[in-house]
């Protein structure tokens, strides 16, 4: 069974209150990363029809501050499915009530798991992939895992040789005492 992106996809908007904020006045990060979370959860679901798990979340840079009184977008959309697992973009935006100005916030991908009554991982529908864009999304998630096992596998413990890495530490703000 394969699904169109669209049918999963979600938007929520939510007003940052002073409650959300952290001592700079800012809204708190981890805040924003519980409604990443949730909206990669309710786009997995939707897209799987199974409760859903996070097995990982792939680099979260806060490009830009959210201040108390903006309205928080975030969008969601199911980017690669592997047989259990889905790739979920998530992106924020602020919107500035007053200016009507829109700031990027940050973009992730959250690697999202169906798992059916048993607790056991269950299949899920394939994408149909019928845009440019939705096939540069599912190639750089092929990539994007690639990459990842490539970079866990070179410093794996037993396969570490520090040797390899003396050098390039020079360079850095550390103080080898071995």
């Known amino acids: 069974m394969y699904k169109n992106i669209e049918d999963s996809q979600i938007t929520i ?10 001592f ?8 924003i990363l519980g409604l990443m979370d949730q909206i990669a959860f309710a786009c997995a679901s939707k897209h799987s029809r199974h409760y859903c798990v996070t097995a990982s979340v792939n680099r979260v840079d806060f490009l830009n501050p959210i201040d108390v009184g903006d309205l928080v977008t975030l969008k969601a959309s199911v980017n ?3 047989r259990t697992s889905m790739v979920v973009g ?4 602020s919107e ?3 200016t009507s100005e829109i700031k990027h916030c940050n973009s992730s991908y959250f690697t999202m798991v169906a798992k059916g009554e048993s607790g056991k991982n269950v299949p899920v529908p394939g994408l149909i992939l019928n845009t440019e864009q939705s096939i540069r999304r599912f190639s750089r998630s092929i990539v994007r895992q690639k990459q990842s096992k490539k970079r866990s596998n070179k410093f794996k413990a037993s ?3 520090i040797d390899d890495h003396l050098e ?3 360079t850095h703000n550390a103080k080898i005492e071995l």
Not at 13 to 22: F, I, K, R, V
Not at 24 to 31: L, P, Q
Not at 90 to 93: D, G, K, M, Q
């Open 24 to 31: 700079s006045g800012k809204i708190h990060g981890g805040y």
């Open 13 to 22: 908007t939510e007003l940052m209150l002073p409650s959300h904020s952290n």
């Open 90 to 93: 998530v992106r924020v935006e």
């Open 168 to 170: 390039i530490l020079k």
């Open 96 to 98: 500035n009530i007053q």
């Open 159 to 161: 396969k570490f040789k």
């Open 80 to 82: 690669y499915t592997g």
